[in-house]
């Protein structure tokens, strides 16, 4: 029997306690609890079955605390779903309540979970926002674990546009507060972040170094699900290496803790991190069989966003193949989901993805619609890293054109970003402007060069 099985044993024999004495307030927070445990492991629905069944007593009585925690509790599970416009009206009514009742440390929270949901939509300027003032309240009231909590999720946010070194220092930041704790869990979290940064930023080494670090604390202090993430992450940081074999290791690790625990949400992503390797060997059947395994549990769950990233998934595998067709018919989903729940970054990767068949297909004109449709959205959100992908891609359909002056300029752009933000995709591009040199002949390649020294 997991931990997480054991809570849900003891809790369910407090609820039936609680039941039998007719002790309605006591119900209430059992429900709570619950759905805490089952939003935790994955499973939405009963996490939200057990929020709202909370959140109706909770009413009926008028106990303001327990409404205050049922409704964040389901803003949360709405969260995790990808329903983000449903998330934000819970996440706003706890706002409320804990404006209305004074509590501070509820204000705060209210302000971090609409800024997570900002987040996750890609609304990056109002992420930053809220979570800048729930760190002003931690810092006015002294509150160290609320400051480490608001410096995390802000690097989160900087991590996501691309600014490295800014998530970098703010982890650093949150991890410094941290160690002079015993909470280890939430340190072998930042641990993770850390690594993951490092990854991001090409350094591979170093990565493993932080996510072994992590692994050992989950390891000692019995963290299975801490232990199913470093799994995890080690594969990815294989997986960018080429070596698969290690990644899918490591990924069917990761996968044997989400099952034995119940977390149904992790094991979807490592469906789908496994189909990626088989679709990077070439395996496609492989590859369909676990992203479609994915898919058939995000669909159960209500994960939308999950769905979202399966049907992505689908479609790249379809691409892969030379089925262009079914390819934009998945990519079309994912957009439609995306478009629903208002995940603008999820749009302009789907439109990234799109563009990348139309050139497949030698249908320039419409790749470029698509990527200037992706380039907008990551320049308004200030994805910096989606900017660099996206105008290094036009650059490729310009050069495609045979407008190579056009190619070089892209290219230039995109180098520039990457070497500015430490990312190994700088070498894809440095390949892409050899192979301009090359379509070009190297005396026109080096009149161009002239030309840009004398006009830069």
């Not at 983000?84 to 009514?93: E, G, M, N, V, W």
């Not at 992420?127 to 609320?146: C, M, T």
Request: glycine letters at 8%; a negative charge; hydrophobic letters at 35%.
């Amino acid at each position: 029997m997991s931990v997480d099985d054991q809570t849900l044993e003891a809790f369910q024999k407090a609820l039936d306690a609680a039941e039998k004495s007719g002790l309605i307030t006591e119900i209430s927070k059992c429900y709570n609890q619950i759905a805490n445990v089952h939003q935790k492991r994955g499973d939405y629905d009963k996490a939200l079955d057990f929020s709202s069944k909370a959140l109706e007593i909770s009413e009926k009585v008028q106990d303001t605390a327990e409404i205050l925690k049922s409704t964040h509790q389901i803003a949360i599970v709405h969260q995790k779903r990808g329903d983000y416009d449903k998330a934000l009206d819970f996440s706003y009514k706890t706002l409320a309540i804990a404006e209305k009742i004074g509590d501070i440390i509820g204000v705060s929270k209210s302000y971090n979970q609409i800024g997570i949901v900002h987040q996750k939509r890609g609304d990056y300027d109002w992420a930053l926002d809220f979570f800048q003032k729930a760190l002003e309240i931690a810092e006015r009231e002294g509150n160290a674990a609320g400051i480490s909590v608001g410096y995390q999720n802000m690097g989160i946010v900087h991590q996501k546009r691309g600014d490295y070194d800014t998530a970098l220092e703010l982890s650093h930041k949150a991890l410094e507060i941290k160690e002079k704790t015993d909470d280890f869990h939430t340190i072998l979290r930042i641990y993770g972040q850390i690594g993951l940064l490092q990854k991001l930023r090409g350094d591979y080494d170093r990565a493993l170094d932080f996510t072994l670090k992590a692994l050992g604390i989950s390891e000692k202090i019995g963290d299975i699900a801490g232990t199913s993430m470093c799994y995890n992450q080690i594969g990815v940081v294989n997986h960018e290496r080429g070596e698969y074999n290690k990644a899918l290791d490591f990924y069917k690790k990761a996968l044997e803790i989400a099952e034995k625990i119940g977390d149904v949400a992790e094991v979807s992503k490592n469906y789908n991190q496994i189909a990626t390797v088989y679709q990077n060997r070439g395996d496609y059947d492989k590859a369909l069989e676990f992203s479609c395994k994915a898919l058939e549990i995000s669909e159960r769950i209500g994960d939308v966003a999950a769905v979202s990233m399966s049907y992505k998934q689908i479609g790249i595998v379809h691409q892969e193949k030379g089925d262009y067709d079914r390819a934009l018919e998945f990519y079309q989903k994912a957009l439609e989901i995306a478009e629903k729940v208002g995940d603008i970054v999820g749009i302009s990767k789907s439109y990234h993805q799109m563009g990348i068949v139309y050139q497949n297909r030698g249908d320039y004109d419409r790749a470029l619609e698509f990527y200037q449709k992706a380039l907008e959205i990551a320049k308004k959100v200030g994805d910096i890293v989606g900017v660099a992908g996206t105008v290094g891609m036009i650059g490729k359909v310009m050069h495609m054109k045979k407008q190579y002056k056009d190619a070089f300029i892209d290219y230039l752009i995109a180098l520039d970003i990457f070497e500015r933000i430490g990312s190994p995709n700088l070498n894809i591009i440095n390949e892409l402007i050899s192979e301009l040199t090359k379509d070009m002949g190297e005396e026109d390649f080096n009149r161009l060069m002239e030309e840009f020294k004398n006009h830069p």
